[in-house]
T-cell receptor, first 114, second 114 residues
Framework: AQSVTQPDIHITVSEGASLELRCNYSYGATPYLFWYVQSPGQGLQLLLKYFSGDTLVQGIKGFEAEFKRSQSSFNLRKPSVHWSDAAEYFC????????????FGKGTTLSVSS | EPEVTQTPSHQVTQMGQEVILRCVPI?????FYWYRQILGQKVEFLVSFYNNEISEKSEIFDDQFSVERPDGSNFTLKIRSTKLEDSAMYFC????????????FGPGTRLTVT
């Protein structure tokens, strides 16, 4: 069965420092990969997605993610974190079929210290 | 920028009552979804809907649940007889005609069953 693992439940980063959130997936083929962010009391906002092609994808708010097939990973990065980035981040996968369910990881809560 | 909207933002109901959660997906999207997130847990898929029928559903989506697209804009989730364990945040999402361009989520409806 497909699964998504986000090994870090909670990460604290200093404002201005770099960030990397880890995501590993388990699936026979390469799925479509996504990162979502959820601010407190808010819905899920799509940060970026990977379908194929260039393994480094750029998203909104200065985020990027790199797909590594050999490691079944899709880690999210940001070179300089802002206090407003504090939120919960979810990695998700979907098999490459239209209308198929997203499978989410358990999420990583990011705190930003000043 | 077009967005998914959901009403109400918060619904309180008594156990055994029926509730209807409403969503207006992005206008040119053809795939629609419901997810739920129990407090402190990960986002779980309930159902996907395309071309006026359910295309996929999870084990959670039992006979107590139903979905409908009553007109050209609304997409609803009905829970016939609510249980305490139905208390959760319910998210509606929609995706583009290709179905895999990323799912865009609404802000959610917090359902509290007492």
């Amino acid at each position: 069965a497909q699964s998504v693992t986000q090994p870090d439940i909670h990460i604290t980063v200093s404002e201005g420092a770099s960030l990397e959130l880890r995501c590993n997936y388990s699936y026979g083929a390469t799925p479509y990969l996504f990162w979502y962010v959820q601010s407190p009391g808010q819905g899920l906002q799509l940060l970026l997605k990977y379908f194929s092609g260039d393994t480094l994808v750029q998203g909104i708010k200065g985020f990027e993610a790199e797909f590594k097939r050999s490691q079944s990973s899709f880690n999210l990065r940001k070179p300089s974190v802002h206090w407003s980035d504090a939120a919960e981040y979810f990695c998700a996968v979907v098999v490459n079929q239209a209308g198929t369910a997203l499978i989410f990881g358990k999420g990583t809560t990011l705190s930003v210290s000043s | 920028e077009p967005e998914v909207t959901q009403t109400p933002s918060h619904q309180v109901t008594q156990m055994g009552q029926e509730v209807i959660l409403r969503c207006v997906p992005i206008s040119n999207h053809l795939y629609f979804y419901w997810y739920r997130q129990i407090l402190g847990q990960k986002v779980e898929f309930l159902v996907s809907f395309y071309n006026n029928e359910i295309s996929e559903k999870s084990e959670i989506f039992d006979d107590q649940f139903s979905v409908e697209r009553p007109d050209g804009s609304n997409f609803t989730l009905k829970i016939r007889s609510t249980k305490l364990e139905d208390s959760a945040m319910y998210f509606c999402a929609s995706s583009d005609p290709g179905g895999v361009g990323g799912q865009y989520f609404g802000p959610g409806t917090r359902l509290t069953v007492t």
